[in-house]
């Protein structure tokens, strides 16, 4: 039985114009379900359409990503809150947003970033759906401070994607009852894989975050490659692979509200 679930990808992306029928078809032989954020306006009226094609297969949250946020005027933001209002029932979460000091290093920007992030959180709590959080940049600075607007802003509900902080922040977020999310990358990284294993299992989700992070450097990663991310949970729990699927479709129903 098919049980594995990539929770953040970008099926819209460039790097799959040329075969993505083949590549979400290849991916629903392996996978029970898919999440694809979108990272601007024009990105998340793509995904929309794609989980019209896919229905109860691809899922979408639309969001901001910190890169794009500078890019966009305050009447284009608003206009895309009200997509994202005209659209609530067709979508699962709010994200990606978050920050990134990997790539937004300008004080103004940075500034313009948090409000954005902060009015976002506001539109998931308005229509009480889960974020997907991007925080990216200078060692955990972004993590943390991420973590501290989530908690000012009372959001409840909430994944950390593609979790790159040490195993003690991780263990921090969830006694908050917050969900980390680990990507294929797992199999190079020796603190993803001390996540993996010190975290309750109940908080763990899986994903890809492909086209990018794929488990073979500088190759293109598609959605099925998040196989390795519960071989890996498996090894480092010492639990069967299938007790790591069961508990993580579990988390991903709760988290996202959605059944598959
Ligand atoms: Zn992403």
């Not at 959080?133 to 409840?156: C, F, P, Q, W, Y």
Request: proline fraction near 4%.
């Amino acid at each position: 039985m098919i049980e594995i679930i990539d929770i953040h990808c970008h099926l819209t992306f460039k790097e799959y114009d040329a075969d993505r029928e083949q590549v979400i078809e290849d991916a629903e032989k392996v996978l029970k379900g898919v999440v694809t954020s979108g990272v601007e306006p024009e990105d998340s009226k793509h995904a929309l359409e794609l989980a019209a094609m896919h229905e109860g297969f691809v899922f979408v949250t639309p969001g901001l990503h910190p890169i794009h946020v500078s890019e966009r005027t305050d009447q284009e933001i608003g206009e895309y809150e009200e997509f994202i209002s005209d659209n609530k029932r067709k979508i699962v979460g709010i994200g990606e947003i978050g920050l990134d000091y990997h790539w937004v290093r300008d004080p103004l920007k940075i500034k313009r970033t948090k409000e954005v992030f902060v009015e976002f959180l506001g539109l998931a709590k308005e229509f009480d759906l889960p974020v997907v959080l991007h925080l990216r940049g200078t060692g955990s600075e972004a993590i943390e401070e991420g973590l501290k607007i989530v908690l000012d802003e009372d959001i409840r509900k909430a994944v950390f994607h593609c979790f790159t902080g040490k195993p003690q922040l991780a263990e921090q977020i969830c006694e908050e009852g917050y969900y980390i999310s680990l990507p294929a990358s797992i199999v190079r990284s020796k603190s993803m894989k001390k996540v993996a294993k010190r975290i309750p299992l109940s908080l763990l989700l899986t994903e890809t975050d492909a086209p990018y992070l794929s488990p073979t450097e500088e190759e293109r990663n598609v959605p099925q490659h998040v196989k390795v991310v519960y071989e890996e949970i498996a090894i480092q729990r010492k639990i069967d692979v299938h007790v790591a699927e069961e508990e993580i479709e579990r988390n991903f129903e709760r988290l996202f509200a959605v059944e598959l």
